[in-house]
C-alpha cells in the first residue's frame, strides 16, 4: 500500500536523484536563464535539502521551518540578482518535477492508495504554495536591505 508515510520515504530515499534532475530542468529550462548566476552545486544541495527533508514538513507541518528555510532561499536568490518570476519558476519546477517523479514510481493497486496520493497532492500544493510566498517575502527583504 503507497500511503502517505510510504511516499514521503520514496521521495527522501530518491533526494539525490530528485535534485539531479532538477538541476538539469532548472539550467535547461528557457524560463530560468538568470539561474546560471548561482552555483550548481549550491543548488543542488539546496533543493536536495527540500527534497530530503520534505517529509518532516508535510508529517510535522513545521511552518516555521519552511518559512525560515524559504526566506533563505529567497534571500539568497535577490543577492545573486536572480529575478523573483524565475526564483518562483523553480520552485514550480521542484513541484513538477517531484510530482513527475510520483507519477512514474507509484503503484495504486487499491482506492485507499489513492486517498493516499490525493492526501500527498494536497499536502504538496500546500507547501509549495507557501514555500513561494516565503521566499518572495526573502527575496523583498532583502531587496530592500540591498537598496538601504
Not at 518570476?85 to 513527475?100: C, F, G, M, P, R
Not at 512514474?104 to 485507499?112: D, G
Request: with cysteine.
Amino acid at each position: 500500500m503507497m500511503t502517505l508515510y510510504r511516499l514521503v520515504r520514496l521521495i527522501e530515499n530518491n533526494s539525490h536523484v530528485l535534485a539531479t534532475c532538477l538541476l538539469d530542468r532548472i539550467q535547461n529550462s528557457e524560463a530560468t536563464p538568470e539561474y546560471s548566476r548561482v552555483p550548481a552545486e549550491d543548488l543542488k544541495e539546496r533543493v536536495y535539502e527540500i527534497y530530503r527533508h520534505l517529509g518532516d514538513w508535510l508529517m510535522t507541518k513545521d511552518e516555521l521551518d519552511l518559512e525560515q528555510r524559504y526566506l533563505r532561499i529567497g534571500a539568497r536568490r535577490a543577492k545573486q540578482e536572480v529575478p523573483f518570476s524565475q526564483v518562483a519558476w523553480a520552485i514550480v519546477l521542484t513541484k513538477d518535477n517531484l510530482w513527475e517523479f510520483l507519477k512514474k514510481e507509484r503503484e495504486i493497486v487499491r482506492p485507499i492508495e489513492a486517498f493516499g496520493e490525493l492526501e500527498m497532492l494536497q499536502l504538496l500544493d500546500h507547501f509549495f504554495d507557501r514555500a513561494i510566498y516565503y521566499a518572495a517575502t526573502g527575496y523583498e527583504i532583502e531587496a530592500v536591505r540591498a537598496t538601504a
